[in-house]
């Protein structure tokens, strides 16, 4: 499931940046300052992602003891030698001295932040001009792909399937995992639907209801063939080989045939045809959580190796222990994010709002009270939806409040 959720991250990722720069664009008439576009970015993210590296590079050593301990002072060692590969966003490229290894995410993110103006600026632009680059990038994305599918003979990922029935690995975690270039398809199928939620923003969609059941019927189809589709394939007895073109064409193109999927529920959602499923991804709940994320995002992972680094007894696996763990170390890791971003996160983006800001805005010393500019418009059914909102006008990509689809400017 994991992997479903980093290609959602993608295409919801490239559907903001579609969507903010899209407005940023209208409003300046096509004027962009690609510097501070960066530069917003980088110091959203950042900071309080510093601050983490920094204290597994440093103070981490010293917060325990045990018989595995010695696995948290490798770890400390790898990040206080790899540490500018994350904050140069290039990890991803790179095996040894892994640090924050589930930062490979941002890297990826970052780089296709990098070369989003493209997508976005040509869609802006023209429409049949963009329509042709995003769909040659998909293209191409796809390709490469199939290529290294083809040449590197990957294995299909199935949980437990034995490896040795499989043929030989090449590097699959550089050049496939981990590479923004075959990681692109989600993301640009991400921006082609920001652009699309910005050129119907202020028009009803009028869809009959038999083409919105029939895309809920394909939707989850294609959704359910990813995800259940190599069920067939988890007895390597039955199955001691799994045939080229299923191999290759699953593994190469599952990525973009999820963000598909997944796409028409955000738009369904956003235009009023959600209906329960809006409901409970609107659900108002999932927003103070949401906030808390990014921070959750880059602790979780670190907190949990460290927890069971400490233990000086066996472990017994029992269904309750099991429960008790997770939500204990969810708790646990949710307030650490609380405490992380009131201190750290919360400061830093105030100081780069008031960097970022006009002047005039600066110097105005009334509060005023802002309205959320909500992406969607109101069904032609009068279902008014808010699962989308901003509540500020300001232009980076912000955070993604995950699990939920609810996300704020503010944030990531």
């Known amino acids: 499931m994991q992997r479903y959720l980093s290609i959602l991250f993608f295409m919801l990722s490239g559907m903001l940046v579609a969507y903010l720069l899209l407005r940023e664009l209208d409003r300046s008439k ?237 738009f369904a959602c956003v235009k009023g045809y959600g209906g329960i499923v809006n409901s409970i991804l609107s659900w108002k709940a999932f927003g103070p959580l949401g906030r808390l994320t990014y921070c959750a995002y880059l602790i979780h992972l670190n907190f949990i190796g460290f927890y069971y680094s400490r233990g000086k007894e066996k472990i017994y696996y029992t269904t309750l222990n099991h429960i008790v763990e997770y939500f204990g170390i969810l708790l646990f890791v949710f307030l650490l994010a609380f405490f992380v971003s009131v201190t750290v996160e919360a400061p830093f983006l105030n100081l780069e709002k008031l960097i970022f800001s006009p002047s005039s805005k600066r110097s105005n010393d009334k509060v005023k009270q802002v309205e959320p500019i909500t992406i969607a418009a109101a069904s032609t059914q009068g279902i008014s939806n808010d699962t989308f909102t901003m509540e500020d006008g300001s232009l980076g990509l912000e955070r993604l409040n995950l699990p939920t689809i609810q996300i704020t400017s503010h944030k990531f």
Request: charged share 10%; with cysteine.
């Open 30 to 266: 096509g004027k962009l300052n690609v510097l501070n576009f960066y530069l917003h970015r980088y110091l959203r993210l950042t900071p309080v992602y510093a601050i983490i590296l920094g204290f597994l590079a440093t103070l981490v050593v010293y917060t325990g003891t045990g018989p595995r301990w010695s696995t948290v002072t490798v770890y400390n060692y790898n990040c206080r030698v790899s540490w500018w590969k994350n904050l140069l966003y290039i990890n991803g490229y790179f095996t040894d001295n892994l640090c924050m290894g589930e930062t490979w995410y941002l890297a990826c993110d970052m780089q296709l932040f990098l070369l989003s103006p493209i997508f976005v600026y040509s869609l802006w632009y023209s429409r049949k001009l963009g329509l042709i680059v995003n769909f040659s990038g998909i293209l191409i994305s796809l390709i490469a792909g199939i290529v290294l599918w083809t040449v590197q003979r990957y294995p299909m990922q199935v949980a437990g399937r034995d490896p040795t029935h499989d043929p030989p690995v090449g590097d699959y975690t550089i050049n496939y995992y981990n590479d923004a270039g075959v990681r692109a398809p989600p993301y640009i199928w991400g921006i082609l639907l920001g652009y699309v939620l910005h050129v119907t923003k202020n028009k009803p969609v009028e869809l009959k209801k038999y083409v919105v059941a029939i895309l809920w019927a394909v939707s989850f189809a294609i959704g359910l063939a990813v995800i259940y589709g190599l069920v067939p394939y988890l007895d390597a007895q039955a199955v001691p080989h799994i045939n080229d073109f299923v191999r290759v064409s699953y593994g190469s193109l599952n990525r973009l045939a999820w963000a598909m999927a997944v796409s028409w529920v955000v």
